[in-house]
């Protein structure tokens, strides 16, 4: 092999190296946007479902996000049902994973 040819090798290797790396830090994903993101995906599953599950409730909404390799891990509060007045929710706990292309 010729040393233009391990050159070009060697460029389209870092090259490929730098973009996974920037891939997996995903700093083009907020914190804010893996969240909004979450709460608009568990909005859209329970969106035809008359009485179905919600952030109305105290405690309710995003507990936690967590930047992971090539997205977000953000975790969510959420009560299902229609509930008498003095009677307390039960409150759920579900885990979304944002990716770096912004998908759930």
């Keep these: ?12 290797v870092t090259a490929l190296l730098i973009i996974v790396i920037i891939c997996a830090w995903s700093p083009w994903i907020s914190k804010a946007y893996a969240s909004d993101r979450t709460i608009n995906q568990f909005k859209t599953e329970w969106k035809d479902t008359a009485d179905g599950c919600g952030f109305n409730c105290e405690g309710c909404g995003v ?42």
């Design 63 to 104: 507990r936690s996000s967590e930047r992971k390799l090539f997205g977000w891990k953000v975790t969510i509060n959420y009560a299902c049902g229609q509930l008498a007045e003095n009677q307390k929710p039960i409150i759920k706990t579900k885990t979304y994973y944002v990716s770096f292309i912004g998908t759930e």
């Design 1 to 12: 092999m010729s040393k233009r040819m391990i050159s070009s090798v060697a460029s389209g």
